[in-house]
Every structure is written in structure tokens, then in C-alpha cells.
């Protein structure tokens, strides 16, 4: 399963760097978020998630944080690994739906 | 678990060829989903799934898409007949709707030429 390829937007960081990811969400009554990261040739894999009534979880190296005000959501990685290379996708649910929708995704490309 | 399982992991089919997606989900998750990932279109749901009934096919692109559920252990997505723009990753997704959002299959990359 290769990720979406040439058109995602790119991000190129330093390993060791600190990574922000971020994403604007389209639907103002969704109330739950999640990340996801998909490696090439995987399918997306769950990184971290958040719900509407918060707006910074973190987790290990990851911190997502949501700002309902102007529908973002943003996902930090701190100390960026080779391993961290990947597509990172946000989804957005909620407002009486059971649908997943994802954005386009970002392309994340660490640097030795 | 060994997680959501898809077969086959590589089809490649001539066009007008009927070709069938299998996926067995998580034991114990009562929805199951099937995505399409293009890289003009990213992830589109095509077909949900909830305790083994088709809920939402609004998005199985025309009539030569259908998709069965038979069990709650496993589904089938099938294009006949096969068009080249029909070319994609195909995932399978399940869940049981509590924390971790859907848990996605390694997916099908589908070739016809």
C-alpha cells in the first residue's frame, strides 16, 4: 500500500529537530480528531488522538494540539527519527457522523 | 491480534476481469471499512459496514463496485468489470469504536491494464 505520492505538501526536518504537522479540519461540529502515520507500502497506523473538549494531549514524543477557534489541528514530534519518515494524515469525525474524514496528508522526510 | 488482513497484497488484472478484494478484520470490531487511496483523490471510504450490514455504499464509485460481509470475521470487494482508472490501494479498515479510531489492513494495490 503506497501512500498518496507526488502532490502531498513536504516537510523536511533535521533528525534530532523538533516536527510540526498541521492541518486545517473542514467541519466545525466534529469532535474528535486522530493522526495517523503511513509508512510506504503500510496502511495508515494510529498515532495519537483528541477529543473536542481538550486541546493539547500528548503522548510519547507526540503532542497534538486542536484549536477549534480556527479548525486546526497540528501534531508535534519532538527529537525527529529516520523512523518518523512517513505520510502524515489528519481525520476528523463527529457531528452526529460515523465517517472518518482524512486530509490530504503532509510527507514527512527526515534528514541525516 | 495480527490485525486487519488483506489479500492479496498485489493484483494485477487486464481489463474486464472481474477481481476480488478479501479482508478479515479484528475479532471482536463490529464495523468494518473499505478505502480507496489515489494520489488525486487521498482516502476515499467507499463502503461501511456495521454488525455484518452494508450501512453507507454511497461512496462504491458505480455499479461495477459491490462489497459483502457475510460474517462478522470476513468481507469481499469486487469490480467487475475492471477498469484501468479502477488502479488504487485498497484498504480494509475495522474497528470497535472505542479509542485508536479505525485500525487499517496493509491494503491491495490493484493494477489493470
Known amino acids: 500500500g503506497e501512500s498518496v505520492g507526488l502532490h502531498l505538501p513536504t516537510l523536511s526536518v533535521q533528525e534530532g529537530d523538533n516536527s510540526i504537522i498541521n492541518c486545517a479540519y473542514s467541519?466545525?461540529?466534529?469532535?474528535?480528531f486522530i493522526w495517523y502515520k503511513q509508512e510506504s507500502g503500510k496502511g495508515p497506523q494510529f498515532i495519537i488522538d483528541?477529543?473536542?473538549?481538550?486541546d493539547k494531549r500528548q503522548g510519547q514524543r507526540v503532542t497534538v494540539l486542536l484549536n477549534k477557534t480556527v479548525k486546526h489541528l497540528s501534531l508535534q514530534i519532538a527529537a525527529t527519527q529516520p523512523g518518523d519518515s512517513a505520510v502524515y494524515f489528519c481525520?476528523?469525525?463527529?457531528?452526529?457522523?460515523?465517517?472518518?474524514?482524512f486530509g490530504t496528508g503532509t510527507r514527512l522526510k527526515v534528514l541525516a | 491480534d495480527a490485525g486487519v488482513i488483506q489479500s492479496p497484497r498485489h493484483e494485477v488484472t487486464e481489463m474486464g476481469q472481474e477481481v476480488t478484494l478479501r479482508c478479515k478484520p479484528i475479532?471482536?470490531?463490529?464495523?468494518l471499512f473499505w478505502y480507496r487511496q489515489t494520489m488525486m483523490r487521498g482516502l476515499e471510504l467507499l463502503i461501511y459496514?456495521?454488525?455484518?450490514?452494508?450501512?453507507?455504499d454511497s461512496g462504491m464509485p458505480e455499479d461495477r463496485f459491490s462489497a459483502k460481509m457475510p460474517n462478522a470475521s470476513f468481507s469481499t470487494l469486487k469490480i467487475q468489470p475492471s477498469e484501468p482508472r479502477d488502479s488504487a490501494v485498497y484498504f480494509c479498515?475495522?474497528?470497535?469504536?472505542?479509542?485508536?479510531?479505525?485500525?487499517f489492513g496493509s491494503g491491495t494495490r490493484l493494477t489493470v491494464v
Open positions: 479498515a475495522s474497528t470497535d469504536w472505542g479509542n485508536y479510531g479505525y485500525t
Open positions: 467541519n466545525s461540529a466534529s469532535d474528535y
Open positions: 483528541i477529543r473536542s473538549n481538550m
Open positions: 481525520a476528523e469525525s463527529g457531528g452526529g457522523t460515523y465517517k472518518y474524514i
Open positions: 475479532s471482536g470490531h463490529n464495523s
Open positions: 459496514f456495521n454488525n455484518n450490514v452494508p450501512i453507507d
